[in-house]
């Protein structure tokens, strides 16, 4: 998905040189990724494309984290390794969560109409299953390609129902079911969905539900705050010919689709116990990693890709005005990734980032 407005998928990156490097933790003294090679792919993407990075890794029991770049345009202070950072897209895969969890707990079926839990919200409700919206295989219009990335837009407040609203004045991309197309509409509703099931705030489940039971200390839900609380790399976007610092916007425009605010700690952490089954069954978890049907690579929640070295990875991206973020591990969990890039000019350090992620699932 690319397009001037607001982006909460697919890795697309940009920015200037980075001008510090640093890294801190321990590796093995053999075997897992090259920590030199780490460092080499991030410094590669800070100089083609990101003004910031930082990444953790965890590999068979051994952890490191290491970064690039600066924090802040025209500052020397390097990136903190413990920044918190818009994880955008990836919120989608703490709502996906949240709603297996549910089906887990016989609140809902998975393969029930969107209309049975929510009458009247979609013209196409009798035919878009909650299934269809987690696996983005309901048809459902994109609202954010009708966003402009105007300042307005990213400093005022938007209800879940605008966002909706947005979507359905379209009609369906196709026959729900049919065929597969990223949307962060089908978020949206699953978010309502939350709500309608548990009585309370998609937010407050989020919370309830993942954060506190897993101890996320440095992630949070905004709702209409426009800072980054604690430590933070700033993110920019060029307009008019300048760059211009957009790290301070309205996350509501995201919801339960891109709101999320995380560390690369928090992120590992909640992709372990994901993966390692402490917020899902197996048979949940299977549900989580199997592949729609029409055709695409996004199971539920969650996408997945096999590298050049024949290695499959599971994982979601993010991606927001001046932020982008992977997340990534393989199917065991034993090796995870967890990236996150402040961005600058509209570049996309592609090679870096092949690199990083070529090295750590294959070095």
Not at 201 to 230: C, E, F, K, M, Y
């Amino acid at each position: 998905m690319r397009h001037p407005g607001i982006r909460f998928t697919a890795l697309a990156v940009a920015g200037i040189a980075g001008l510090s490097l640093a890294m801190v933790g321990t590796a093995a003294a053999s075997g897992g990724p090259d920590r030199q090679a780490i460092i080499r792919a991030l410094d590669l993407m800070t100089t083609t494309g990101a003004a910031g990075a930082q990444v953790r890794i965890a590999a068979d029991g051994q952890e490191f984290t290491a970064r690039s770049g600066v924090a802040r345009l025209g500052s020397p202070r390097g990136v903190p390794v413990n920044g918190r950072f818009r994880i955008a897209s990836v919120t989608k895969t703490f709502t996906a969560t949240v709603l297996l969890q549910l089906a887990g707990e016989g609140r809902l079926a998975l393969d029930d109409t969107v209309s049975r839990y929510l009458p009247g919200l979609l013209p196409d409700g009798d035919r878009i299953t909650v299934r269809m919206l987690l696996q983005h295989s309901s048809g459902l219009y994109n609202y954010s390609d009708d966003l402009t990335g105007d300042p307005a837009e990213l400093q005022r407040h938007w209800d879940p129902q605008d966002l909706v609203a947005i979507a359905t004045a379209h009609p369906l991309n196709f026959p729900p079911g049919t065929a597969s197309k990223y949307s962060n509409t089908d978020y949206i509703v699953v978010g309502l969905l939350v709500e309608h099931l548990t009585g309370r705030s998609w937010a407050t489940a989020v919370r309830n539900r993942i954060i506190r039971p897993l101890g996320l200390h440095d992630t949070s839900l905004p709702g209409d705050r426009t800072t980054i609380p604690g430590p933070h790399a700033h993110g920019y976007t060029p307009r008019d010919g300048a760059l211009v610092d957009v790290t301070a916007m309205n996350p509501s425009v995201g919801w339960a689709a891109g709101e999320i605010i995380s560390t690369t700690a928090d992120l590992d952490t909640f992709t372990a116990a994901l993966f390692g089954g402490r917020l899902l069954t197996p048979a949940q978890l299977t549900n989580m990693t199997t592949l729609s049907p029409a055709g695409s690579a996004y199971g539920l929640g969650l996408s997945t890709n096999v590298l050049s070295c024949g290695v499959r990875v599971w994982g979601h991206t993010g991606d927001v005005p001046g932020y982008d973020t992977l997340l990534a591990t393989t199917r065991d969990g034993r090796i995870r990734l967890q990236l996150s890039l402040t961005t600058a000019a509209r570049q996309t350090p592609l090679q870096g980032y092949r690199q990083l992620v070529d090295e750590v699932f294959c070095g």
